[in-house]
């Protein structure tokens, strides 16, 4: 999921210990978004999915994920679609499976970088 040697080289002039925290902040905050982007769903709150979606995409860029970014990318679109038409269209299965989808993808990710994380611990 996440390209090892392209998340490095983007960060190669920090510190060590500044990955880790950058690491850390996510690995503490995804969850919190993922739940976010479901209580939007079923308050069917589209500005506020919007919003989460959209600094979901903020974070997941930062970690050189390339098809996790295109799949929330591609959700933030569908969002605004939902706020534009003020929800008319609106799936709510539909929503939740992409949110599923990207659910699975974060954790895989999640996992890609508590191995890199313990890979620079290690190596401090």
């Given at each position: 999921m996440v390209n090892k040697q392209v998340f490095l080289e983007t960060y190669h002039y920090f510190d060590k210990s500044v990955i880790v925290?950058?690491?850390?902040?996510?690995?503490?905050?995804?969850?919190?978004?993922?739940?976010?982007?479901?209580?939007?769903v079923k308050a069917r709150d589209f500005t506020g999915l919007r919003f989460t979606a959209h600094n979901l995409k903020g974070v997941v860029a930062n970690f050189s994920a390339p098809s996790l970014l295109e799949?929330?990318?591609?959700?933030?679109?569908?969002?605004?679609?939902?706020?534009?038409?003020?929800?008319?269209g609106f799936d709510e299965a539909n929503v939740v499976q992409v949110i599923d989808n990207i659910r699975a993808s974060l954790i895989e990710m999640a996992g890609d970088l508590t191995q890199i994380r313990a890979e620079l611990v290690q190596q401090a």
């Open positions: 925290e950058i690491i850390d902040i996510f690995l503490d905050e995804y969850q919190g978004k993922l739940e976010k982007l479901y209580n939007d799949m929330v990318k591609n959700f933030e679109k569908s969002a605004a679609e939902l706020v534009e038409h003020e929800g008319a």
